[in-house]
């Protein structure tokens, strides 16, 4: 883990565009673009469109009790809380993304209830409370907390089409808020908005980018000050290192706060305290996956414990917000970890199913009581459409449309910012509001190789700044424009480009990938080149289960995986210098695949030597607790035997944390 650690270090260390504090909000050196200017290509589409036709296009059908008319944000007597909004919150700009009409129309009658539902004093969304009816939450209805996410949504419809409504509707809105918080804070419904005011503080800040109005800034310090003192449990608790002290995905949305509020605040102790919480949350609770513990609450950095889909999707979303405000490179690198490892590992090819919980090392996806702090009936590791809890149903779908809408970033110095990489091309407009349009080429994250290709709209040239991110696991990386080396540039860096740009020319970022390995709980190691993390490849038995015992609550079937293939490998004790002679990486004999994320289509797979463990076996259907890495005089078979690491997303069973044999 020291490697990672180094990573985290660097967060809120670098530079940032700090201004003094004053009455208005200072301009972040990034910002987002209109939702439908970036567009998906190649395995990145084909994920999206995979959503289309997977669970997000077709939650109204596979899970009608909550997403169907009865739903209370279309007006109905049924579901009234958060499933609907957290639904709409990946719906929504998977559409506009693609561009698709039929997904599109499905959203439309959520956003017109949700419009017209606002009252003369300010106050939208359901407002009624029902009886308690099994597998909906009727109850709560007034709850700060899922008018937040509907905010969310609303804000990206906003961006996608300009409704002037949308800005009518925030402002009552937060005046309704200035009024009625005093006397009812954000947990007087709930705790979870508590936990949560990040995210209506978000949309405080976002409103006044827009409308300058004073009030808001007086609600967003009302919010700040009614939400959970992420600041001070950062910085002067032990609140990160205490198992069970704080829900997951609480913490996955609430760690953005204090850099949320530090744009209205420019004080050093708002970085400090992110800072401080990620390399907390890493050093007790951290895995190789990017994630930690929470199974549901904090819960430690074995990695057999569970980490919760939402906290993947929800901590996605943080680090974007966190990059657009500070362009930091350490939140970058940390979002690629996990869209590019936990995020495709937890759900299905099609995207039809899911798990509630992954493990790190998970070498049984079967229905077993575990040792998370929640279990939902051993459901929480097979892949199902409601399996576990169905929150991660609804809210599952944000991850991968997000990501994509924060590939480019519009500047503060009027160009362009490529910080997140995959294929993708973006329309904007840079210098004196020039169109522009870059293609970017790449099969990152298997390749090493990004290609940018510039094509003006209107004019033939010109002049304005691009923006491109080295990694800091890149050790040296080489910049050509149209063919000729421009910069050769060491890693954890963002290189500024600034030049006079015609249409045709050509950006080439080549990111050379090597060996690494990062340390973990009882001195395990994970693989690691660029930014994929490496897992023991699994013969896969994957077969469906009809469930007999409770179809009502966890579906009516759900996919278990056993493991045909042994699991019980250590690893043999390399030195750093010498990884690369001892891990050898081979690509794939056959053209890129649409879709890379399973064992088939893999297109990198890692060669390297290893010996049984005999006395690390099955526990509860898990793997056994780890070995400790180099014991004196372990007991391993004698014959040493290759085996092949994949990546990580291509996973549905792996060892990812390896122990060391001496």
């Given at each position: 883990?020291?490697?990672?650690?180094?990573?985290?270090?660097?967060?809120?260390?670098?530079?940032?565009?700090?201004?003094?504090?004053?009455?208005?909000?200072?301009?972040?050196p990034?910002?987002?673009?209109?939702l439908?200017?970036?567009?998906?290509?190649?395995?990145?589409?084909?994920?999206?469109?995979?959503?289309?036709t997977?669970?997000?296009?077709?939650?109204?059908?596979?899970?009608?009790?909550?997403?169907?008319?009865?739903?209370?944000?279309?007006?109905?007597?049924?579901?009234?809380?958060?499933?609907?909004?957290?639904?709409?919150?990946?719906?929504?700009?998977?559409?506009?993304?693609?561009?698709?009409?039929?997904?599109?129309?499905?959203?439309?009658?959520?956003v017109?209830?949700?419009?017209?539902?606002?009252?003369?004093?300010?106050?939208?969304?359901?407002?009624?409370?029902?009886?308690?009816?099994?597998?909906?939450?009727?109850?709560?209805?007034?709850?700060?907390?899922?008018?937040?996410?509907?905010?969310?949504?609303?804000?990206q419809?906003?961006?996608?089409?300009?409704?002037?409504?949308?800005?009518?509707?925030?402002?009552?809105?937060?005046k309704?808020q200035?009024?009625?918080l005093?006397?009812?804070?954000?947990?007087?419904?709930?705790?979870?908005a508590?936990?949560?005011?990040?995210d209506?503080?978000?949309?405080?800040?976002?409103?006044?980018?827009?409308?300058?109005?004073?009030?808001?800034l007086?609600l967003?310090d009302?919010?700040?000050k009614?939400?959970?003192?992420?600041?001070?449990?950062?910085?002067?608790?032990?609140?990160?290192?205490?198992?069970?002290?704080?829900?997951?995905?609480?913490l996955?949305?609430?760690?953005?706060?204090p850099?949320?509020?530090?744009?209205?605040?420019?004080?050093?102790?708002?970085?400090?305290?992110?800072?401080?919480?990620?390399?907390?949350?890493?050093?007790?609770?951290?895995?190789?996956?990017?994630?930690?513990?929470?199974?549901?609450?904090?819960?430690?950095?074995?990695?057999?414990?569970?980490?919760?889909?939402?906290?993947?999707?929800?901590?996605m979303?943080?680090?974007?917000?966190?990059?657009?405000?500070?362009?930091?490179?350490?939140?970058a690198d940390h979002?690629?970890?996990?869209?590019?490892?936990?995020?495709?590992?937890?759900?299905?090819?099609?995207?039809?199913?899911?798990?509630?919980?992954?493990?790190?090392?998970?070498?049984?996806?079967t229905?077993?009581t575990?040792?998370?702090?929640?279990?939902?009936?051993?459901t929480?590791?097979?892949?199902?459409?409601?399996?576990?809890?169905?929150?991660?149903?609804?809210?599952?779908?944000?991850?991968?449309?997000?990501?994509?809408?924060?590939?480019?970033?519009?500047?503060?110095?009027?160009?362009i910012?490529?910080?997140?990489?995959?294929?993708?091309?973006?329309?904007?407009?840079?210098?004196?509001?020039?169109?522009?349009?870059?293609?970017?080429?790449?099969?990152?994250p298997?390749?090493?190789?990004?290609k940018?290709?510039?094509?003006?709209?209107?004019?033939?040239?010109?002049?304005?700044?691009?923006?491109?991110?080295i990694?800091?696991w890149?050790?040296?990386?080489?910049?050509?424009?149209?063919?000729?080396?421009?910069?050769?540039?060491?890693?954890?860096?963002?290189?500024?480009?600034?030049?006079?740009?015609?249409?045709?020319?050509?950006?080439?970022?080549v990111l050379?990938?090597?060996?690494?390995?990062?340390?973990?709980?009882?001195?395990?190691?994970?693989?690691e080149?660029g930014?994929?993390?490496?897992?023991?490849?699994?013969?896969?038995d994957?077969?469906?289960?009809?469930?007999?015992?409770?179809?009502?609550?966890?579906g009516?079937?759900?996919?278990e995986?056993?493991p045909?293939?042994?699991?019980?490998?250590?690893?043999l004790?390399?030195?750093?210098?010498?990884?690369a002679?001892?891990?050898?990486?081979?690509?794939?004999?056959?053209?890129?695949?649409?879709?890379?994320?399973?064992?088939?289509?893999?297109?990198?797979?890692?060669?390297?030597?290893?010996?049984?463990?005999?006395?690390?076996?099955?526990?509860?259907?898990?793997?056994?607790?780890?070995?400790?890495?180099?014991?004196?005089q372990?007991?391993?078979?004698?014959?040493?035997?290759?085996?092949?690491?994949?990546?990580?997303?291509?996973?549905?069973?792996?060892?990812s944390?390896?122990?060391?044999?001496?």
């Amino acid at each position: 883990m020291k490697r990672y650690l180094l990573l985290l270090l660097a967060v809120c260390t670098q530079p940032f565009n700090v201004l003094a504090q004053s009455s208005a909000l200072s301009e972040n050196p990034y910002k987002e673009l209109p939702l439908g200017a970036i567009k998906p290509q190649g395995w990145l589409r084909e994920m999206l469109v995979r959503q289309k036709t997977g669970s997000t296009g077709k939650l109204d059908q596979l899970y009608p009790i909550v997403m169907g008319e009865r739903n209370g944000w279309l007006g109905g007597d049924g579901d009234q809380w958060e499933r609907g909004p957290y639904w709409l919150d990946g719906l929504l700009p998977l559409a506009y993304i693609l561009d698709d009409k039929e997904l599109i129309a499905k959203t439309k009658p959520w956003v017109e209830w949700a419009i017209k539902s606002q009252r003369a004093d300010g106050y939208f969304g359901p407002a009624k409370d029902y009886p308690y009816e099994y597998g909906m939450q009727r109850d709560n209805s007034q709850d700060w907390w899922p008018k937040m996410v509907m905010l969310k949504v609303l804000k990206q419809y906003y961006s996608a089409t300009g409704d002037q409504r949308v800005i009518r509707l925030m402002t009552n809105y937060f005046k309704y808020q200035l009024k009625e918080l005093p006397a009812k804070p954000l947990d007087n419904w709930t705790f979870w908005a508590r936990y949560r005011g990040g995210d209506n503080l978000m949309m405080v800040y976002w409103l006044h980018g827009i409308t300058k109005e004073n009030f808001l800034l007086e609600l967003g310090d009302l919010i700040y000050k009614q939400t959970f003192d992420y600041t001070n449990a950062f910085l002067n608790s032990r609140l990160l290192a205490t198992p069970a002290s704080i829900h997951c995905v609480n913490l996955a949305q609430g760690i953005k706060t204090p850099i949320i509020y530090y744009q209205h605040h420019r004080e050093q102790k708002y970085l400090d305290a992110t800072k401080k919480g990620f390399q907390d949350l890493m050093h007790y609770n951290g895995m190789a996956h990017g994630l930690y513990g929470g199974d549901e609450a904090l819960h430690g950095n074995n990695p057999t414990q569970g980490s919760e889909l939402c906290s993947a999707v929800e901590m996605m979303f943080s680090l974007e917000s966190m990059l657009e405000i500070t362009g930091n490179i350490g939140f970058a690198d940390h979002l690629e970890k996990i869209a590019f490892n936990a995020l495709p590992a937890q759900a299905s090819d099609d995207f039809l199913t899911h798990q509630y919980f992954q493990q790190a090392n998970q070498v049984m996806a079967t229905r077993q009581t575990r040792n998370f702090e929640v279990n939902h009936h051993g459901t929480d590791v097979c892949y199902g459409v409601l399996t576990g809890y169905p929150c991660c149903t609804s809210n599952m779908h944000q991850g991968w449309p997000k990501f994509t809408q924060n590939l480019f970033y519009a500047t503060a110095d009027k160009g362009i910012a490529a910080l997140v990489y995959s294929p993708s091309e973006v329309t904007l407009k840079v210098a004196n509001d020039i169109p522009v349009r870059i293609v970017e080429e790449t099969n990152y994250p298997f390749n090493e190789d990004i290609k940018f290709r510039i094509n003006f709209l209107k004019k033939k040239s010109a002049t304005f700044p691009f923006h491109l991110r080295i990694p800091e696991w890149c050790k040296n990386a080489t910049i050509r424009i149209n063919g000729e080396v421009y910069k050769e540039e060491k890693g954890n860096q963002i290189v500024k480009i600034v030049r006079e740009w015609k249409s045709g020319d050509v950006i080439e970022l080549v990111l050379p990938m090597h060996i690494y390995k990062n340390t973990w709980l009882e001195r395990s190691v994970s693989i690691e080149r660029g930014p994929l993390v490496y897992g023991l490849k699994i013969g896969e038995d994957k077969h469906y289960v009809k469930n007999t015992l409770d179809p009502q609550e966890y579906g009516e079937g759900y996919y278990e995986v056993k493991p045909t293939t042994p699991w019980n490998y250590g690893l043999l004790n390399v030195q750093n210098d010498r990884l690369a002679e001892n891990y050898i990486v081979e690509k794939a004999d056959k053209p890129f695949p649409a879709y890379p994320w399973n064992q088939e289509g893999a297109p990198l797979k890692i060669k390297t030597k290893a010996k049984r463990i005999p006395s690390w076996q099955l526990y509860n259907e898990m793997a056994g607790p780890l070995p400790f890495s180099t014991i004196f005089q372990l007991e391993t078979d004698k014959q040493t035997e290759e085996i092949t690491l994949i990546p990580y997303g291509c996973t549905e069973l792996r060892i990812s944390q390896f122990p060391v044999i001496r």
